[in-house]
């Protein structure tokens, strides 16, 4: 991990780290993934950004990048970006919540993302 990413997650409890390398080994199995480290968040990349981490005190807030909204109770927050850009916010209190839904999705993110541009 480079240094500016590990900085994303000073002052926060344990478990956000530890959640964020869940996400981490579930997306590095895709394929090659670009991690682009801003002051408060970070963007997962596979040609266009498919997902972006947000640490909060004691969890994770995933942004899947979609084309359509996605349907679960686990989504807490849908923000259209535009017609065919749709960002669905998930909370994730530990890396067991990194499962094989949330990794489907973020594998479908991956491709939507690589194939933009193909």
Same mark, same amino acid.
């Given at each position: &991990?480079?240094?500016?990413e @590990? !900085?994303?997650?000073?002052?926060?409890?344990?478990?956000? +780290?530890?959640?964020?390398?869940?996400? &981490?080994?579930?997306?590095?199995?895709?394929?090659?993934?670009?991690?682009?480290?801003?002051?408060?968040?970070?963007?997962?990349?596979?040609g266009? *950004?498919?997902?972006?981490?947000?640490?909060?005190? $004691?969890?994770? $807030?995933?942004?899947?990048?979609?084309?359509?909204? &996605?349907? $679960?109770?686990?989504? *807490?927050?849908?923000?259209?970006? $535009?017609?065919?850009?749709?960002?669905?916010?998930?909370? #994730?209190?530990?890396?067991? !919540?990194?499962? +094989?839904?949330?990794?489907?999705?973020?594998?479908? @993110?991956?491709? #939507?993302? *690589?194939?933009?541009?193909?």
């Amino acid at each position: &991990m480079k240094p500016e990413e @590990a !900085a994303v997650f000073e002052g926060f409890e344990a478990v956000v +780290r530890a959640t964020y390398d869940a996400v &981490m080994r579930a997306v590095l199995k895709f394929g090659p993934v670009e991690v682009d480290a801003k002051k408060n968040s970070i963007h997962l990349i596979a040609g266009t *950004a498919f997902a972006i981490v947000h640490p909060r005190k $004691s969890a994770l $807030s995933l942004s899947i990048r979609t084309d359509k909204p &996605m349907v $679960s109770t686990r989504v *807490a927050k849908v923000n259209a970006i $535009s017609r065919n850009v749709v960002h669905n916010e998930i909370l #994730l209190a530990a890396p067991g !919540a990194v499962d +094989r839904e949330l990794t489907a999705w973020l594998k479908a @993110a991956y491709a #939507l993302g *690589a194939e933009k541009t193909a």
